[in-house]
């Protein structure tokens, strides 16, 4: 009874929201559920998805690869929940769920894909009981909510063995140390993804430098991104895992557009991957996402033509056509982020406008300090810049002493009217690239869409 | 003129964007047309102390605090000696309390300070997390973001940076942030510390130059625009915002 309430209220309460266009009404019906009904996700969990179900965590590229996996499934045939439209907290989830059920609990899913929160696997996982875990990667991102890395990872891989799913495949991204270290402490079989060789490397900042298994310090060779790399410790041993699926032969155009190889271990034909998406990043959510989909018996060759129709991830990166200009959106929600974004940027060798907008809201982390960490020095002298956001003040200070010329940068806190500035900066033909944090990016894609400048059909997410 | 400034452990204690104090250092030396050098210092290393007119350590993870604990510890008469004679310190956050007497972890395991000053660290159970703002006898009015859950108490002799206008501070308790000991400055403070409150970079430089090379000297003055424009966002963001406690 209390279960039919929970999904009654629930329903109401999120066409309400919708109706009224308050807040995306995704979090507000979910806690209001959890608190009524605190069992509906392992209730739901084992009699909705009659395949099972995906959790994807990790701090970057949750949001692609589980679109990937949810759009390869659903291209398959399958029916496929995911919660694209709502938060990566459990009151998000929950949210999802129950706007698609229905009351007679009839109507049934095959997968149920779900990007989780770090912290929030800790509630998540032992309700959901899912088929695949995958944990992405773990960088430093929004301290002020978690505290520090190594707690971060003890909670989800603590979740992970409150698992009680006993088919449980664990899924890990093999060129994270941190990561890898707690391979031995799951009870599950263990899948490791990853680059395996290539010229590629990013002098960025780096997380961490010290073997996580004795504290000595770890070779790289090389170090793709942050502290993910090819490692090995001289003193313990510990080194990166032989990979069940990896990326090698990578190349990268100067118009950003990515090839690689991938290889599943045990199987001797290599695919050619030639992605729509960009950014070296993207290898990595690819291939994981490679490795659930190949767990999941898809067939290879469907996931690499699937994999090279999918288009952007709204936001991460995008791309569109303005004014006669061309506008390239890179969202970096961390420090290592900002710093392949930038590099990114770089692959461009004529004079640039940027617009960076720096928010301090909750979803961006509200403490601005990793700004600092950025190599924001790798942005070209003659560089001109509009910096826009919440705290707009501190990214200008950043770069005055990134040695941009003060006279070059402008600040200009509104969102919308930092956009035309710059959009007016930047002369025809040529590109604006804008760098926004989180709440900017939803920001400015509102004012974008109001505004007509972008379609509302490439939007995934709220 | 040179000013040479050891950057302790920067591989296991750069957290929250603290290397941007060892930037603003560099820039506003550099910018009075002064050298400035910065010396890395990583484990294992036998550094000479005395070559160094400016010592910085910033924050780290429990687990960072105790691979740097003895090796800190090896150096801790020469470091004591010579923050006696008068060499500027910047401690941020975990630099702050190994540089006090000890520190006890959640785990309930102590790790040794080098007893530069006369303060102590408890574990909490609770992160104090937020935008904060303090008025220092000295400095004045300083702006910062905090994001610790150990509690820091100073011994009686020994006199905070400044009182709190917004925020926690050294234990959330008494009101008090930081030390101002010699030339020493301990604080929970990042955002980074420095770049917002230039005042401080400056008093740094002029310190350093003092301690080395026996003489004050007159600075260079320098637009500072885009510091205080930062500086009262800032601000207005303590006043506003709601700090965290979690
Ligand atoms: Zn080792």
């Known amino acids: ?462 | 003129m040179k000013i040479t400034i050891f950057y302790l452990y920067p591989d296991l204690m750069n957290l929250y964007g603290d290397i941007g104090n060892i930037i603003a250092l560099k820039k506003r030396i550099e910018w009075r047309n002064i050298e400035c050098k910065i010396e890395e210092i990583t484990l294992g290393q036998k550094p000479d102390f005395t070559k160094a007119d400016i010592l910085f350590l910033g924050g780290g993870q429990d687990r960072g605090q105790k691979i740097i604990e003895k090796e800190l510890l090896s150096h801790k008469e020469e470091i004591k000696t010579l923050i006696e004679k008068g060499l500027p310190c910047l401690l941020i956050c975990g630099g702050y309390q190994l540089f006090g007497k000890y520190f006890k972890t959640t785990d309930g395991s102590t790790i040794n300070g080098i007893e530069a000053f006369d303060a102590w660290t408890i574990a909490g159970g609770k992160r104090m997390i937020g935008n904060i703002i303090i008025e220092s006898p000295v400095f004045g009015r300083i702006v910062g973001f905090e994001n610790h859950s150990g509690k820091t108490y100073l011994g009686n002799n020994i006199s905070p940076l400044g009182k709190i206008i917004k925020g926690y501070g050294n234990n959330g308790t008494d009101g008090t942030e930081g030390i101002l000991f010699k030339n020493v400055i301990g604080t929970y403070l990042h955002g980074p510390f420095l770049p917002k409150n230039f005042q401080i970079t400056d008093w740094f430089i002029k310190q350093a130059i003092k301690y080395r090379y026996g003489q004050g000297i007159n600075l260079l003055s320098l637009d500072n625009t885009f510091e205080k424009m930062a500086f009262h966002e800032a601000e207005k963001r303590a006043i506003y915002a709601k700090s965290l406690s979690i």
């Open chain 1, 1 to 462: 009874m209390r279960k039919f309430f929970a999904i009654i209220i629930g329903k109401i309460l999120i066409k309400t929201i919708r109706f009224f266009n308050i807040g995306g009404g995704s979090a507000l019906p979910g806690l209001l559920i959890e608190k009524i009904y605190p069992d509906i996700l392992s209730n739901y969990s084992s009699n909705f998805f009659t395949k099972g179900i995906i959790v994807i965590t990790g701090t970057n590229g949750k949001t692609t690869t589980s679109s990937l996996i949810s759009n390869i499934l659903e291209k398959k045939g399958f029916k496929v929940l995911n919660n694209f439209s709502g938060s990566n907290l459990p009151r998000g989830i929950i949210s999802s769920i129950i706007e698609k059920t229905e009351i007679s609990n009839k109507k049934k899913f095959d997968f149920g894909v779900f990007e989780v929160d770090e912290a929030a696997t800790k509630i998540l996982i032992p309700q959901l009981n899912p088929y695949i875990i995958v944990v992405t990667n773990l960088f430093r991102d929004q301290l002020d909510r978690y505290g520090e890395l190594d707690k971060t990872a003890s909670i989800i891989f603590e979740a992970i063995n409150s698992n009680k799913n006993k088919q449980q495949i664990v899924i890990l991204n093999g060129n994270d140390p941190l990561i890898v270290s707690y391979a031995k402490k799951i009870n599950a079989k263990i899948l490791f993804f990853g680059i395996e060789k290539t010229d590629y490397s990013v002098e960025s900042v780096i997380d961490m430098k010290y073997c996580p298994l004795c504290n000595k310090e770890l070779t790289f060779s090389p170090r793709f991104y942050g502290h993910l790399g090819n490692y090995s410790c001289l003193y313990c041993g510990f080194k990166t895992p032989e990979f069940d699926f990896c990326a090698d032969s990578i190349k990268i155009q100067d118009d950003f557009s990515l090839y690689f190889k991938l290889n599943i271990k045990g199987y001797s034909k290599t695919y050619e991957i030639n992605p729509l998406l960009f950014g070296f990043f993207n290898i990595f959510n690819i291939t994981g996402a490679f490795s659930v989909l190949y767990s999941l018996n898809i067939e290879p060759e469907f996931i690499k033509t699937t994999i090279e129709k999918t288009k952007f991830v709204f936001g991460r990166m995008e791309k569109f056509t303005y004014d006669g200009k061309d506008i390239l959106i890179l969202l970096g929600k961390n420090p290592v982020g900002f710093a392949e974004n930038i590099n990114v940027v770089n692959f461009d060798k004529n004079q640039k406008t940027y617009l960076i907008i720096l928010n301090d809201k909750f979803a961006d982390g509200t403490d601005i300090s990793w700004i600092w960490d950025v190599p924001f020095e790798k942005i070209s002298k003659e560089s001109l810049i509009v910096s826009s956001g919440i705290r707009a003040s501190d990214m200008a200070l950043r770069l005055k002493y990134a040695q941009i010329p003060t006279k070059n940068i402008k600040k200009i806190n509104e969102i919308p009217r930092a956009f035309h500035e710059s959009l007016n900066l930047t002369k025809k033909g040529k590109t604006l690239y804008i760098l926004p944090t989180y709440s900017a990016m939803l920001e400015l894609r509102k004012y974008l869409i109001k505004k007509d400048i972008i379609k509302t059909t490439q939007l995934y997410k709220i």
